[in-house]
């Protein structure tokens, strides 16, 4: 692994030493999309089971490779797929990783008034609560914005932290609170190159997904550069798409190279959150604009 010889200006402090901070975080959808906030998936059965391949059959596979290497993660997941698929769901806490909220049903957040944010929100808690037995301290935005009086909303409803901005690559404060985000960005999440799409159709006969050596290339360079500068990595990683037999290789590939080294802090959101917190005035910077 190549790098620099010390973490460069703008580097974070991370606990005991360790250079870099890589927050690994799946987010376990399930049957999502417009098709399952009108009801119309259920006129869509092929549709559907393309979405229940992940907390069905992909997530135990995944667990399986954070258990191999030793490493924890963050599963921000619908309490609709909490609800649906609760013994697979609970695994995720009995093996000591965190599940953070991400809607009910994958609602998009700009779409929401406040009043029914707070009612997903609350339905959500309900459920973990009932479900798991825990309570969600993480958010991520499910299909990618939100209002912007939602960061308010989150702090007032008792979470400590979002992962679903791209501001920043390392964490920072949301603006006059204490909401801290933990940004994660496109080119780490798994869509962009491994999603197979017929949407469009063209051109005929052109490939639908990347390479998958290229695809580890990639992840692996976003790994290499956030070390050498002592940054903090997450992902926007779905069981349904990197958890299938041969993309999963490529999971165990990553990590391996991410553990070479005795360096690299691999933390759940929730405790990045929690170390940022102890540590805010060693940082000197609040976030974008502050
Ligand atoms: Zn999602």
Redesign the pocket.
Known sequence: MTQSQSPKVGAAVWPEGYRTAVALAF?L?GP?GDAMLTGTIWDKPEYFSQGAYGPWRALDRILGLLKDHGLPATF?T?AWVVETWPQQCRRIVEQGHEIAH??YM?EKYWDLTLADQRRVIETSQRIFREVLGTTAIGF?T??GDWRPETPALLEEMGFHYSSSMRGDDRPYYHPGGKLIEIPARSDMDDYASLAFTTNPDWPSGGDRIASYELTLDNWTREFDGYHAEGLCLSTIF?PKVVGKPGRATLLDRWFQHMTEGEDVWFATSRDVASWWRQTETSHGNRGLGQ
């Open positions: 987010d959808d999502t921000f619908p991400h809607g994958h991520r499910p299909s779905h």
